[in-house]
């Protein structure tokens, strides 16, 4: 999350999903550039446009309203434009691809209040609230990070930014100690590294591209006590018996999931093992795995059965996530099944029933919580490979034409962006690295 | 009881690399400047390897230059053997390396003392610096004599808390047998300046006569020679004379291996930290015991004398092992060492303690600079002393510091890891440690820093006449590059698309035709492209301007971004300890750093950019101002202070 920033920022700003109209906002120095370029006029300050919004050939991507809203007044205190159009998450991804490339970058969770704090458009009462939106929006880009970097994508990472450090040892070696009787990688060597390095990308950027190794959509774990029904609500919300129900508590051993679509937005929906003290070894391992499953989790619906006092979470079973509170069971307490209050609903899973109210809770827990939606830090990493990717390029360029400072700028571009995905690495650390390698030093 | 006092604007202590530029700079800014040394004949001493200058260092020695400082003057006036390093690479990472004659050396610097206006120097060791309610007011020499001055720069170098090895046997010392400032030491120990030890080594020195040098590789200097000030032309440079390179062998590396019981480092008797880029040749045979040899460059210490500085064998080990080892190298079989290698210790301060301007955070008006500092090189010490001798003047003349950005000049880089990364080991430049080194070019220090070093009175009249000049030509032929159109099917460009082998398909001009790599600035002079009367030196600025364009734009908004950072101040009294969501890492590390911008806090390592936004919102809160970024005009203690504090204290409660 960039502080003070001249960047332009671009998000979908309305919650992920079907709705009928969806909103991408822009804020920063180029968006007068990025409004012409994409309606093709001058917006006039603080009016509803309706026009066309043009891809990059000048074909209609949708038509909707554009709203320019000049600094300092607006939202963030910068030049904004409001785009808004039709709510589907492809039209938007278009929409939002299409200002990307028009110079603008994806907008970091909390970005546009924390823009809008430090161009002074909330006061001082306004400023606890953007703290713990800072805190949550930290906490869910984390959980977001550890999602999107789970094991194999993050190895992969992890090897590419080493090859980079490897041939950055190498380049700014020879920069830096060219008395030293050392044969720093001959150009050839340098040259047959680097398109390894390239090789290893694109094949992962491919492969992230397919979704092969980055979860996608919305992580929401079942969780509870043994036998409130944890398993009859996954195979309500996914429509399908995936889960195999009995009265039996602790029938569920390992954690089971299934993938829906709730109004356009994708999910996946995890039942874990009930959660109690058991001295069963199997039964054990799958409320562990329960426990990590929460620990990953957007958001977590804890059930509990109706007729029983008490509901939140305790202990453990407290992650930082948004938890909902289901009341399952209704059928049995004889309750109305519906909204309690937010963040608690009452439910049949048997039946069916209140599992509306269920659902709209779910779509406002994953999209209102951080302000921005929680899909951007599986966006921003394919973003950062893709800019370290382009680096590298110019890289292999510049070794062609012999320019080994300009080989070094763009490794240390590429090395930047991988960083922004597995920790950046500092200068004095790379120096680290040329001292630990080579017997530097008169 | 005084015996005799005297009051001036500005007090140098030491008169080294960084005493003596630091006195000329505030002098040269029209401040009546003492300058104090335990010796007159030392000022400007070389006290290890007679060369000035390398990758980075010859950056930092242009930048001197561009400044109106005296140590590229100097190493015009002494240099033996120049040489340009990277002659191969690009632009932005060549530089410059002199040996130089000690004496001539030292007599140049001397000289430029001496022809100083306002500047005043005197022989005598320093005891006490006078401090009262947290301010300097003067110092006080060892026979009671008594200095006032609201300003004080102190340049001690090694000599705080020196301690000398050579092999188990060690003694109080400053560097080549001038005593240690104990007195002085102990004094500052008692100030609160966090201390810290650092370690340095040099090699035997060898009589040349006992040398068999045909049996040695010789080095010459480049032709035609290098220079290294702007001022200069290389008709000031003395004789010049080739060093040689000599190589350690198995049995040089077995002689070493046996005398490692012996080692003061290996025994544990050296508690200080060394550099790991310059290690003892113990050291290196012990890390790098695959390597059956290591290059020793072999330095004349100067015209008039035959000693020799073997670059690359600095050593602790006993006096018997040193000898032993320097006479294992094919052609010092015979040599006879003149002066024993010793590692010495001494005490540095915690550069986080001070301001960028270098004055430290705990006494007004006091000034750090050099080695003190915990860098090495007389580089790192010439440009720190010249900045604080600078800031110095322009305190006590009540005008605001001056100190470069990361991205203006690498004396930005070196005092912005300094004052917000401290350092453990003795800190050297390298190019590697500025981000936009693509612009920090030895060619161009003039370009970026001369312009402001006039406005701050560094600069006198006939090196300014003479950049102007340099700055016009430059500017006019880019303008000529940029004005030429090449059309193609026209004779210029058939000319220049067979020489350089490129097509040009739509219309150009010679600038953005110069960008393309297979094409030089030699193309466009051998296919008359331009004017005769452009001068070569005028040409290649503006090819260089030319190939890095594209890298500089992007850079420029890196710089963007760091600008707005460095607008941002964080508080004094900011408590890292009480913000939620800071590692305990970081909160440590924030709280030892107290970081000024947000721009310093973000290059403190394991920062996160959430992390970043804490800081901005809390410092924001503590200062209270509503619609604008907390600038320093904001940092008077706001409104809002109180009830912040009061929040604070109820989210702890």
Same mark, same amino acid.
């Given at each position: 999350?960039?502080?003070?920033?001249?960047?332009?920022?671009?998000?979908?700003?309305?919650?992920?999903?079907?709705?009928?109209?969806?909103?991408?906002?822009?804020?920063?120095?180029?968006?007068?550039?990025?409004?012409?370029?994409?309606?093709?006029?001058?917006?006039?300050?603080?009016?509803?446009?309706?026009?066309?919004?043009?891809?990059?050939?000048?074909?209609?991507?949708?038509?909707?309203?554009?709203?320019?809203?000049?600094?300092?007044?607006?939202?963030?205190?910068?030049?904004?434009?409001?785009?808004?159009?039709?709510?589907?998450?492809?039209?938007?991804?278009?929409?939002?691809?299409?200002?990307?490339?028009?110079?603008?970058?994806?907008?970091?969770?909390?970005?546009?209040?924390?823009?809008?704090?430090?161009?002074?458009?909330?006061?001082?009462?306004?400023?606890?609230?953007?703290?713990?939106?800072?805190?949550?929006?930290?906490?869910?880009?984390?959980?977001?990070?550890?999602?999107?970097?789970?094991?194999?994508?993050?190895?992969?990472?992890?090897?590419?930014?080493?090859?980079?450090?490897?041939?950055?040892?190498?380049?700014?070696?020879?920069?830096?100690?060219?008395?030293?009787?050392?044969?720093?990688?001959?150009?050839?060597?340098?040259?047959?590294?680097?398109?390894?390095?390239?090789?290893?990308?694109?094949?992962?950027?491919?492969?992230?591209?397919?979704?092969?190794?980055?979860?996608?959509?919305?992580?929401?774990?079942?969780?509870?006590?043994?036998?409130?029904?944890?398993?009859?609500?996954?195979?309500?919300?996914?429509?399908?018996?995936?889960?195999?129900?009995?009265?039996?508590?602790?029938?569920?051993?390992?954690?089971?999931?299934?993938?829906?679509?709730?109004?356009?937005?994708?999910?996946?929906?995890?039942?874990?093992?009930?959660?109690?003290? =058991?001295?069963? @070894?199997?039964?054990?391992?799958?409320?562990?795995? #329960?426990?990590? !499953?929460? %620990? /990953? $989790?957007?958001?977590? +619906?804890?059930?509990?059965?109706?007729?029983?006092?008490?509901?939140?979470?305790?202990?453990?079973?407290?992650?930082?996530?948004?938890?909902?509170?289901?009341?399952?069971?209704?059928?049995?307490?004889?309750?109305?099944?519906?909204?309690?209050?937010?963040?608690?609903?009452?439910?049949?899973?048997?039946?069916?029933?209140?599992?509306?109210?269920?659902?709209?809770?779910?779509?406002?827990?994953?999209?209102?919580?951080?302000?921005?939606?929680?899909? =951007?830090?599986? @966006?921003?990493?394919?973003?950062?490979?893709?800019? #370290?990717?382009? !680096?590298? %390029? /110019? $890289?292999?360029?510049? +070794?062609?034409?012999?320019?080994?400072?300009?080989?070094?700028?763009?490794?240390?571009?590429?090395?930047?962006?991988?960083?922004?995905?597995?920790?950046?690495?500092?200068?004095?650390?790379?120096?680290?690295?040329?001292?630990?390698?080579?017997?530097?030093?008169? | 009881?005084?015996?005799?006092?005297?009051?001036?604007?500005?007090?140098?202590?030491?008169?080294?690399?960084?005493?003596?530029?630091?006195?000329?700079?505030?002098?040269?800014?029209?401040?009546?400047?003492?300058?104090?040394?335990?010796?007159?004949?030392?000022?400007?001493?070389?006290?290890?390897?007679?060369?000035?200058?390398?990758?980075?260092?010859?950056?930092?020695?242009?930048?001197?230059?561009?400044?109106?400082?005296?140590?590229?003057?100097?190493?015009?006036?002494?240099?033996?053997?120049?040489?340009?390093?990277?002659?191969?690479?690009?632009?932005?990472?060549?530089?410059?390396?002199?040996?130089?004659?000690?004496?001539?050396?030292?007599?140049?610097?001397?000289?430029?003392?001496?022809?100083?206006?306002?500047?005043?120097?005197?022989?005598?060791?320093?005891?006490?610096?006078?401090?009262?309610?947290?301010?300097?007011?003067?110092?006080?020499?060892?026979?009671?004599?008594?200095?006032?001055?609201?300003?004080?720069?102190?340049?001690?170098?090694?000599?705080?808390?020196?301690?000398?090895?050579?092999?188990?046997?060690?003694?109080?010392?400053?560097?080549?047998?001038?005593?240690?400032?104990?007195?002085?030491?102990?004094?500052?120990?008692?100030?609160?300046?966090?201390?810290?030890?650092?370690?340095?080594?040099?090699?035997?020195?060898?009589?040349?006569?006992?040398?068999?040098?045909?049996?040695?590789?010789?080095?010459?200097?480049?032709?035609?020679?290098?220079?290294?000030?702007?001022?200069?032309?290389?008709?000031?440079?003395?004789?010049?004379?080739?060093?040689?390179?000599?190589?350690?062998?198995?049995?040089?590396?077995?002689?070493?291996?046996?005398?490692?019981?012996?080692?003061?480092?290996?025994?544990?008797?050296?508690?200080?930290?060394?550099?790991?880029?310059?290690?003892?040749?113990?050291?290196?045979?012990?890390?790098?015991?695959?390597?059956?040899?290591?290059?020793?460059?072999?330095?004349?210490?100067?015209?008039?004398?035959?000693?020799?500085?073997?670059?690359?064998?600095?050593?602790?080990?006993?006096?018997?092992?040193?000898?032993?080892?320097?006479?294992?190298?094919?052609?010092?079989?015979?040599?006879?060492?003149?002066?024993?290698?010793?590692?010495?210790?001494?005490?540095?301060?915690?550069?986080?303690?001070?301001?960028?301007?270098?004055?430290?955070?705990?006494?007004?008006?006091?000034?750090?600079?050099?080695?003190?500092?915990?860098?090495?090189?007389?580089?790192?010490?010439?440009?720190?002393?010249?900045?604080?001798?600078?800031?110095?003047?322009?305190?006590?003349?009540?005008?605001?510091?001056?100190?470069?950005?990361?991205?203006?000049?690498?004396?930005?880089?070196?005092?912005?890891?300094?004052?917000?990364?401290?350092?453990?080991?003795?800190?050297?430049?390298?190019?590697?440690?500025?981000?936009?080194?693509?612009?920090?070019?030895?060619?161009?220090?003039?370009?970026?820093?001369?312009?402001?070093?006039?406005?701050?009175?560094?600069?006198?009249?006939?090196?300014?006449?003479?950049?102007?000049?340099?700055?016009?030509?430059?500017?006019?032929?880019?303008?000529?590059?940029?004005?030429?159109?090449?059309?193609?099917?026209?004779?210029?460009?058939?000319?220049?698309?067979?020489?350089?082998?490129?097509?040009?398909?739509?219309?150009?001009?010679?600038?953005?035709?110069?960008?393309?790599?297979?094409?030089?600035?030699?193309?466009?002079?051998?296919?008359?492209?331009?004017?005769?009367?452009?001068?070569?030196?005028?040409?290649?600025?503006?090819?260089?301007?030319?190939?890095?364009?594209?890298?500089?734009?992007?850079?420029?908004?890196?710089?963007?971004?760091?600008?707005?950072?460095?607008?941002?101040?964080?508080?004094?009294?900011?408590?890292?300890?009480?913000?939620?969501?800071?590692?305990?890492?970081?909160?440590?590390?924030?709280?030892?750093?107290?970081?000024?911008?947000?721009?310093?806090?973000?290059?403190?390592?394991?920062?996160?950019?959430?992390?970043?936004?804490?800081?901005?919102?809390?410092?924001?809160?503590?200062?209270?101002?509503?619609?604008?970024?907390?600038?320093?005009?904001?940092?008077?203690?706001?409104?809002?202070?109180?009830?912040?504090?009061?929040?604070?204290?109820?989210?702890?409660?």
């Amino acid at each position: 999350m960039s502080t003070v920033d001249t960047d332009t920022i671009a998000a979908v700003a309305t919650a992920p999903g079907r709705g009928g109209v969806g909103i991408v906002r822009v804020s920063g120095p180029l968006t007068p550039k990025i409004a012409n370029a994409l309606t093709g006029r001058k917006l006039p300050p603080r009016s509803a446009v309706y026009c066309g919004f043009r891809d990059g050939e000048g074909a209609a991507l949708d038509r909707g309203i554009a709203i320019h809203f000049e600094a300092p007044n607006s939202l963030t205190g910068e030049d904004v434009l409001e785009l808004q159009a039709h709510g589907g998450p492809v039209v938007l991804d278009m929409l939002l691809g299409r200002v990307l490339s028009l110079g603008a970058r994806r907008a970091d969770p909390g970005e546009f209040t924390q823009r809008a704090f430090v161009n002074g458009k909330l006061d001082l009462a306004q400023a606890e609230a953007v703290l713990d939106l800072v805190n949550s929006a930290t906490r869910q880009a984390a959980r977001g990070a550890v999602r999107s970097l789970s094991g194999e994508f993050s190895k992969h990472v992890h090897a590419i930014a080493h090859e980079v450090l490897e041939l950055r040892v190498f380049c700014e070696g020879a920069i830096d100690f060219p008395d030293e009787d050392i044969d720093f990688l001959s150009e050839s060597d340098v040259g047959e590294r680097l398109a390894s390095a390239r090789k290893r990308l694109s094949k992962l950027r491919a492969r992230a591209r397919q979704g092969a190794l980055l979860k996608d959509g919305l992580n929401v774990v079942i969780a509870g006590a043994p036998n409130v029904g944890k398993s009859s609500l996954l195979n309500r919300l996914s429509g399908e018996d995936r889960a195999i129900v009995t009265s039996v508590p602790g029938t569920t051993r390992d954690t089971l999931d299934a993938d829906f679509d709730l109004d356009g937005m994708p999910v996946r929906v995890v039942d874990t093992a009930g959660l109690r003290d =058991t001295g069963d @070894a199997v039964e054990t391992e799958g409320i562990n795995r #329960a426990h990590r !499953a929460m %620990a /990953a $989790a957007d958001v977590v +619906l804890w059930v509990v059965d109706d007729r029983e006092a008490g509901g939140s979470p305790g202990g453990d079973a407290c992650t930082g996530a948004a938890t909902i509170i289901v009341r399952n069971k209704a059928d049995l307490s004889g309750r109305r099944p519906g909204s309690i209050s937010p963040g608690a609903v009452r439910i049949c899973a048997l039946t069916g029933e209140g599992v509306d109210a269920l659902a709209t809770e779910i779509k406002q827990a994953a999209g209102y919580r951080a302000g921005e939606g929680i899909f =951007t830090a599986r @966006a921003r990493h394919l973003d950062a490979l893709a800019a #370290a990717d382009t !680096a590298l %390029a /110019a $890289a292999a360029e510049r +070794l062609v034409a012999n320019y080994g400072e300009l080989v070094a700028e763009d490794l240390r571009d590429a090395h930047d962006h991988l960083g922004a995905i597995v920790g950046r690495v500092s200068a004095d650390d790379l120096l680290g690295e040329i001292f630990a390698s080579f017997c530097i030093g008169k | 009881m005084t015996l005799h006092s005297e009051t001036y604007d500005v007090i140098v202590i030491g008169g080294g690399h960084a005493g003596t530029e630091a006195a000329l700079a505030a002098a040269r800014t029209g401040a009546s400047t003492l300058l104090l040394t335990q010796s007159i004949e030392t000022l400007g001493q070389m006290s290890c390897n007679p060369a000035i200058g390398g990758i980075g260092k010859s950056h930092l020695v242009r930048e001197i230059d561009a400044l109106g400082g005296a140590m590229a003057l100097a190493t015009d006036a002494a240099g033996i053997q120049f040489r340009t390093l990277n002659a191969s690479k690009g632009p932005a990472v060549r530089a410059t390396r002199a040996q130089a004659d000690r004496t001539l050396y030292r007599k140049a610097i001397r000289h430029m003392l001496e022809a100083q206006e306002n500047l005043a120097i005197f022989q005598q060791s320093v005891v006490d610096i006078e401090i009262r309610k947290g301010r300097v007011e003067g110092v006080l020499t060892a026979v009671g004599l008594e200095f006032s001055a609201p300003a004080v720069v102190l340049t001690t170098g090694t000599f705080l808390g020196g301690r000398i090895h050579i092999g188990l046997s060690n003694h109080a010392g400053g560097r080549a047998g001038d005593p240690a400032s104990n007195a002085l030491a102990e004094r500052l120990r008692a100030l609160p300046f966090a201390v810290d030890r650092l370690k340095t080594g040099t090699p035997p020195r060898i009589a040349g006569d006992t040398v068999d040098f045909d049996r040695l590789k010789p080095q010459w200097g480049d032709e035609p020679c290098p220079v290294m000030s702007f001022m200069s032309d290389g008709s000031e440079h003395p004789r010049q004379v080739p060093c040689h390179i000599a190589a350690t062998n198995a049995e040089t590396h077995r002689i070493i291996r046996d005398g490692l019981d012996r080692s003061p480092m290996f025994a544990g008797e050296i508690e200080g930290v060394g550099p790991r880029y310059c290690p003892s040749i113990e050291d290196k045979v012990v890390r790098f015991a695959d390597r059956a040899s290591h290059q020793v460059f072999v330095e004349p210490e100067g015209l008039d004398t035959n000693e020799l500085y073997p670059n690359g064998i600095s050593t602790s080990l006993p006096f018997e092992v040193q000898f032993a080892l320097v006479r294992s190298m094919e052609g010092f079989e015979r040599a006879r060492i003149t002066r024993p290698g010793y590692a010495i210790e001494y005490d540095f301060f915690d550069p986080r303690g001070l301001e960028p301007s270098l004055e430290t955070k705990a006494v007004s008006g006091l000034y750090f600079a050099g080695q003190i500092n915990g860098t090495t090189g007389y580089e790192e010490a010439a440009a720190q002393g010249l900045l604080a001798g600078l800031n110095a003047a322009r305190k006590v003349a009540g005008s605001a510091p001056w100190t470069p950005g990361r991205h203006e000049a690498y004396l930005g880089v070196l005092v912005d890891d300094l004052v917000t990364l401290g350092t453990n080991e003795p800190y050297r430049m390298f190019s590697s440690r500025a981000e936009y080194r693509l612009r920090l070019r030895q060619d161009n220090a003039d370009l970026r820093l001369t312009p402001v070093a006039r406005e701050l009175g560094l600069v006198d009249a006939s090196r300014w006449r003479r950049f102007e000049a340099k700055r016009a030509t430059i500017e006019r032929a880019a303008a000529a590059l940029k004005a030429t159109r090449l059309t193609p099917g026209s004779d210029l460009c058939a000319r220049l698309e067979a020489r350089c082998g490129e097509t040009v398909a739509k219309e150009t001009n010679l600038f953005d035709f110069l960008k393309r790599p297979g094409v030089t600035a030699a193309d466009l002079r051998a296919a008359g492209a331009v004017a005769a009367d452009i001068p070569a030196v005028a040409l290649e600025q503006v090819e260089v301007q030319a190939k890095y364009d594209g890298y500089i734009r992007r850079q420029d908004r890196e710089i963007a971004k760091l600008k707005a950072q460095e607008a941002v101040m964080l508080p004094a009294e900011l408590d890292y300890e009480s913000i939620e969501g800071l590692s305990n890492e970081l909160k440590e590390k924030l709280s030892l750093a107290k970081p000024r911008t947000l721009a310093r806090a973000s290059r403190i390592p394991g920062i996160t950019p959430a992390a970043l936004s804490l800081l901005l919102i809390h410092a924001k809160r503590l200062t209270g101002e509503r619609g604008k970024a907390v600038r320093p005009e904001d940092r008077a203690p706001a409104r809002e202070a109180a009830p912040a504090g009061e929040r604070a204290a109820r989210r702890s409660a």
